[in-house]
């Protein structure tokens, strides 16, 4: 947690990518909190090498994501 955001960050050798979610209370009964990307940041050393975090990169303006407290 950074700044009331959850902050990912996936790294190899040639790449980094870096996920900000803002958490809020969710207003649904099954879920703790909803959450919004609020930034995203990808960054590719040599473009010529296979990249494993484009595709995940690329997907986050289609996904949805949801915590559940168990």
């Not at 979610?21 to 960054?43: A, P």
């Amino acid at each position: 947690m950074k700044n009331d955001k959850l902050v990912t960050q996936f790294e190899n050798e040639n790449e980094y990518l870096e996920i900000d979610f803002i958490l809020k209370e969710s207003d649904k009964d099954f879920r703790e909190y909803s959450v919004e990307i609020s930034d995203s940041k990808f960054e590719i050393e040599d473009s010529k090498h296979v990249s494993n975090l484009r595709g995940i990169y690329e997907k986050l303006q289609h996904s949805h994501f949801e915590f559940i407290e168990r």
